[in-house]
């Protein structure tokens, strides 16, 4: 598990909150990261730490809660968006998905999206599920009427038409999902390639578009929308909850997985898999966590996502906690998974093939 152990501020924030710290103002809403010092404009590796060297320089001891908060925000939000996450050598499109719902699939992919576009990738995160929590999440618009990934899956409408840019993350978009999906699964089974019809729109767009990561983030089920984002990927990262029932039914997904390759994509694997919501005051979460490590193995992230009440917070302001509480634990946590993501280089899917 990454180091990720600090304490996150209970109580409210304290009225003139120094250093960006969001606190708990309820229209705290940052499109611009905050730096406590305006840093210099460079690529130069050496001069990436700046920020945070000069805040911490800048600090007195009896500061060191928050600033430690601090400066993990700026790390996390990388003010100079420099590029130090590797880019992937090609696209990489990595389905999210776990047929339970409430697990973390859309928390999850908004921040790992969010942590990866901050750290200098190009990233589309297709909603997929009907409920529209990922355009939620980034602050994107999908209310009825709005054009949405069920008029490129129905209608053949290019992504390249409906995609919307996520609020106050630069690189990072969102193809929405509109309550109109909820009858996709219906509608899409006497269409002609039904399957793939998401695969040759994320093809088209990405023949025209820079494009470094997509998400797919999938709904609780294995239908026609989910199998959609199977045919379309060659990683599957599936999240996994800390809690006592989150093994049961893994068995029909993996069996779903296999089915996808044996029939439709040879291609796909499952290339990650992220312990989520996890309390380190439990012994069932490492338990669970154990569990899941022993049968998956490498597959499995270090980092662990840790319960906290910031991250279930962010998508009531439009936001991933990575932007809404930079210094928090949930948002350094996503931060050092979409680092072991970016690191990995989908190397671990092409070795599970
Ligand atoms: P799914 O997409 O699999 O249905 P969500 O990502 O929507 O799951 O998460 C389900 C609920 O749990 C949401 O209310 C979300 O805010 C909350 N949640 C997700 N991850 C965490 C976490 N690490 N700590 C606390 N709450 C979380
Ligand atoms: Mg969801």
Same mark, same amino acid.
Not at 180 to 183: F, Q, R, S, T, V
């Given at each position: 598990m990454s180091d990720v152990g600090w304490p996150e501020p209970t109580g409210p924030a304290p009225?003139?909150?120094?250093?960006?710290?969001?606190?708990?103002?309820?229209?705290?809403?940052?499109?611009a990261p905050v730096a406590p010092v305006a840093p210099?404009?460079?690529?130069?590796p050496a001069a990436m730490t700046q920020p945070a060297e000069r805040l911490r320089a800048a600090?007195?001891?009896?500061d060191t809660p928050i600033a430690m908060a601090a400066m993990a925000a700026v790390r996390v939000l990388n003010p100079t968006g420099s590029q130090d996450f590797p880019r992937p050598e090609r696209r990489r499109i990595l389905t999210v998905a776990?047929?339970?719902?409430?697990?973390g699939k859309t928390t999850s992919t908004v921040n790992l999206a969010a942590a990866l576009a901050l750290h200098g990738n190009d990233v589309l995160v297709i909603d997929?599920?009907?409920?529209g929590n990922a355009s939620t999440g980034m602050g994107v618009d999908h209310q009825a009427?709005?054009?949405?990934i069920y008029d490129v899956l129905?209608?053949? =409408?290019?992504l390249a038409d409906v995609v919307q840019p996520a609020v106050g993350i630069p690189r990072l978009s969102c193809v929405p999902a509109t309550i109109?999906?909820?009858?996709a699964e219906i509608e899409l089974?006497?269409?002609?390639a039904r399957e793939s019809r998401l695969q040759r729109a994320i093809a088209a767009y990405c023949d025209t578009h820079r494009v470094d990561y997509v998400f797919i983030d999938c709904p609780p089920s294995l239908g026609l929308l989910t199998l959609n984002a199977m045919v379309a990927t060659e990683e599957v990262l599936i999240p996994i909850q800390c809690?006592?029932?989150?093994?049961?039914?893994l068995g029909q997904l993996l069996k779903t997985i296999e089915l996808v390759k044996a029939?439709?994509?040879?291609?796909?694997? =499952?290339s990650t898999i992220l312990l989520t919501?996890?309390?380190?005051?439990?012994?069932l979460a490492d338990q669970v966590a154990d569990e899941v490590r022993t049968h998956f193995g490498d597959t499995v992230l270090e980092t662990m996502i840790p319960r906290s009440v910031r991250v279930s917070e962010a998508p009531g302001y439009g936001q991933s906690v990575v932007t809404y509480d930079p210094g928090s634990r949930g948002a350094v946590a996503y931060l050092e998974a979409a680092r072991e993501i970016a690191l990995r280089s989908g190397s671990a899917a092409v070795a599970a093939r």
């Open positions: 009225d003139a909150a120094p250093l960006g710290w969001p606190g708990s103002q309820p229209d705290y809403r940052p499109v210099e404009p460079t690529s130069s600090l007195q001891p009896e776990n047929q339970k719902g409430g697990v997929l599920d009907p409920q009427g709005v054009r949405s129905l209608d053949n =409408v290019p109109d999906l909820a009858g089974v006497s269409m002609v809690e006592y029932y989150a093994l049961e039914g029939n439709l994509n040879p291609h796909i694997a =499952v919501m996890y309390d380190a005051r439990t012994r």
